[in-house]
């Protein structure tokens, strides 16, 4: 009975590095989600997937963000050349389907801090 | 621009305190609407939600909340708070046929023992 899991917990990488972010949704869940938190701040969409369709990436920040997912399986997110403005708590959910009427589970999320 | 408002940023109550905590919306036409909690230490997970019929939806643990759509409004109450609510509540919006969710900025709440 596993929820949403996200890999690394905490990742500490230093400007310019580029960071990769792991998603595992619950199994079956067509549907995944990726937000970012910054300190005190709402969450922030990213990017979403819905089973084999084109991703909706409208809201990714800059072109040094991108995601993949394999089917329905596993996600990453990967950060390009690392700003400081970065920093964030990365936030994973997934649902049965897209339509609001089922609900997202969220992961744990991934800490990162760019130093 | 299309956001979603949550006014208060700390409330710290005593227990047995009536909870109302504030969020307004600007996006026009059909919305889905949300309040999520996370709890210290634990993951984001779903309060209540509202998508049609009976403007007053119940949650989990005692929570209600009201949609208000000439207010463009859907505050989350609580009649007598305990110490276990102690958390921190996130107001989401998701445009009908649309895969955005938007998230208000959240509430910290402190329940006093």
């Known amino acids: 009975g596993a929820g949403v899991s996200q890999s690394p917990s905490n990742k500490v990488t230093e400007k310019g590095k580029d960071v990769e972010l792991r998603c595992d949704p619950i199994?079956?869940?067509?549907?995944l989600y990726w937000y970012r938190q910054r300190l005190g701040q709402g969450l922030e969409f990213l990017i979403y997937?819905?089973?084999?369709?084109?991703?909706?990436k409208s809201g990714l920040p800059s072109d040094r963000f991108s995601a993949e997912r394999t089917g329905e399986s596993v996600s990453t997110l990967t950060i390009q050349r690392t700003q400081q403005e970065d920093s964030a708590v990365y936030l994973c959910?997934?649902?049965?389907?897209?339509?609001?009427?089922?609900?997202?589970?969220f992961g744990p999320g991934t800490r990162l801090t760019v130093t | 621009a299309q956001s979603v408002s949550q006014h208060n940023h700390h409330v710290i109550l005593s227990e047995a305190a009536s909870l109302e905590l504030g969020c307004n919306y600007s996006?026009?036409?059909?919305?889905?609407l949300f309040w999520y909690v996370q709890y210290p230490g634990q993951h984001l997970q779903l309060l209540l939600k509202?998508?049609?019929?009976?403007?007053l939806v119940k949650g989990i643990k005692g929570f209600e909340a009201e949609f208000i759509k000439s207010k463009f409004s859907f505050n989350l109450r609580k009649p007598s708070v305990q110490w276990s609510d102690t958390a921190e509540y996130f107001c989401?919006?998701?445009?009908?046929?649309?895969?955005?969710?938007?998230f208000g900025a959240g509430t910290r709440l402190t329940v006093k023992p």
């Open positions: 959910a997934s649902s049965l389907m897209t339509s609001g009427l089922y609900e997202q589970y």
């Open positions: 199994s079956g869940h067509t549907a």
């Open positions: 997937f819905q089973g084999n369709s084109a991703p909706d």
């Open positions: 996006y026009g036409g059909t919305v889905n």
């Open positions: 509202y998508f049609s019929g009976d403007p």
């Open positions: 989401a919006v998701k445009v009908y046929n649309n895969n955005d969710m938007r």
